[in-house]
């Protein structure tokens, strides 16, 4: 079951990056000066990514979790 630790960690890098991309357009936003409604809006869109990216990091980690335990 290597296959399964190994897919599982690239799986968890990548929601990994997902999580940092989100936080890099917050502070992008942030730092944008945006008025209020823009950077609501803006959160919002990366909030999205973030969920997504932290359900897929969740997943891979439970990946190789299964994966150590069939060793």
């Known amino acids: ?3 399964m630790i190994w897919i599982g960690a690239a799986i968890s ?3 990994l990056l997902g ?3 989100s936080a890099m357009r917050v502070v992008k936003a ?3 000066g945006l008025d209020d409604d823009a950077l609501r809006d803006a959160v919002k869109s990366a909030m999205v990514l973030n969920f997504g990216a932290l359900m897929l990091s969740a997943f891979g980690l439970i990946l190789v979790v299964v994966g150590v335990i069939l060793t």
Request: net charge positive; charged share 25%; no cysteine.
């Open 1 to 3: 079951m290597d296959w």
């Open 13 to 15: 890098v990548v929601g």
């Open 19 to 21: 999580l940092v991309t």
């Open 30 to 32: 942030k730092r944008a």
